[in-house]
């Protein structure tokens, strides 16, 4: 059974940067799931899709995040980063980090597991 667990410092002032790590167990990023995120909630607000990786490698970000985080990963280490940099108040989130595999389009069936979510705090 794949677990994971995230890590990072929890407070950071604006424009620092900061990395998160999601540390894989019970399988392995290139075979278990087909693409990996990260996804956070602010209080008081759904959550949302900050970054993902897939298998191949292809990388997606959320407009609010473009140009600023960073999604990558470390076979070898079996380990999937997020690198926030030019860090804003608003990104102050639980972030959490998922592992999804998508069974059948039509209907939608999919199987994900998520990490219990790491607190990131972004204030002066």
């Known amino acids: 059974q794949v677990q994971l667990q995230e890590s990072g410092p929890g407070l950071v002032k604006p424009s620092q940067t900061l990395s998160l790590t999601c540390t894989v167990s019970g399988g392995s990023i290139t075979t278990s799931y087909s693409t990996w995120s990260w996804i956070r909630q602010a209080l008081g607000k759904e959550r949302e899709l900050v970054a993902s990786i897939t298998r191949s490698a292809r990388t997606n970000y959320a407009d609010s995040v473009k140009g600023r985080f960073t999604i990558s990963r470390d076979n070898a280490k079996n380990t999937v980063y997020l690198q926030l940099s030019s860090l804003k108040s608003e990104d102050t989130a639980v972030y959490y980090c998922?592992?999804?595999?998508?069974?059948?389009?039509?209907?939608?069936?999919?199987?994900?597991?998520w990490g219990q979510g790491t607190l990131v705090t972004v204030s002066s």
């Open positions: 998922n592992a999804k595999d998508v069974l059948v389009l039509m209907p939608y069936t999919y199987v994900e597991v």
